[in-house]
């Protein structure tokens, strides 16, 4: 092991499983890329099978990433101190010859933007009390991170990922903060903002001033992509549009919210529950961190607007549809369903 990481061992609980390199190129063929299965700021994730049959997920820290050492100890800590059944789980890690790898659980269905919008249209809709459920589970697993005292700093669609029941997981821990860790920084002036554009609650961007209603904010953004199906940003759209939040809360506050839906739902949301819906995003996205509520009380609300979703016989009249074809917004079609760009700090 490379003396960049000789301090490593002291950092890592012992509950952690430590995975011989071997064993991991033995998974994947040598990491050969047709076990790619994705990129991130970290480095590149690998699917494999360890000589158990088990199947995992691998990220391989990438030496040039600026996520390096410091996240790589904090995704351990984090998924080895707290678990539940929607955060992913970590299986182990390597360390071995200057390579930093998480090792997790697999998840068969990828992450949830996957299954929204982008380049795999092979991928079938997902229906509403489905995509109400996800909402469900990533609002518990919030919960229980904020009622531990930690701030997940990144929450994000791609950062939920979905097992072979659609039973959605949260991921990527690395940027984690605890209320410990908060308080120590507090002797510093600022404490450096880091997250992903579009999801970055503004009051944290312009404050530097880090609370768990930041990952509120950033769930608020996550309810708009579920409902509306685009990307986060689409710069090519006009201005009023670019952004999926300030978008959703224009017609939200209009009472429109049903002229944006993704065209897939038309038909199949009651009033009522789409209503509590929008109302729960609407605050989420709460300009003041303080007028937004507890992850808590987002869970109730989403858990109370999947009460009200009965249902819905689809005919040919209006009587059960939240919207009918000819009423969706033409800027619905004008959207360019493309990954939206991420940008990190």
Known sequence: MGSKHSNLNHRIPVESSRIPFVALQEATNNFDDKFLIGVGGFGKVYRGVLCDGTKVALKRGNPNSRQGIEQFRTEIEMLSQFRHPHLVSLMGYCDENNEMILIYEYMENGNLRSHLYGSDLRLPSMSWEQ???????????????????????D??????LLDENFVPKITDFGISMTETELLETKTHITTQVKG??????????LTNRLTEKSDVYSFGVVLCEVLCARPVITPSLPRDQVHIAEWALKWQKKGQLEQIIDPNLIGKIRPDSLGK??????????????DRPSMGDV?????????????VIQ????????????KISSQVNAISHVDDQEFKF
């Not at 995509?131 to 229980?144: K, S």
């Not at 109730?300 to 009200?308: D, P, S, T």
């Not at 005919?315 to 000819?326: A, C, H, L, Q, R």
């Open 131 to 153: 995509r109400l459920e996800i909402c469900i589970g990533v609002a518990r697993g919030l919960h229980y991170l904020h009622t531990s005292a930690v701030i997940h700093r």
């Open 155 to 160: 929450v994000k669609s791609t950062n939920i």
């Open 196 to 205: 992903t554009m579009g999801y970055l609650d503004p009051k944290y961007y």
């Open 277 to 290: 819906f929008g109302e729960t995003a609407e605050k989420c996205l709460a300009g003041n961190d303080v």
């Open 299 to 311: 869970l109730w609300n989403l858990e109370y607007a999947l009460h009200l979703q009965e249902p």
């Open 315 to 326: 005919d040919d009249s209006e009587k059960n549809s939240t919207i009918s074809v000819g």
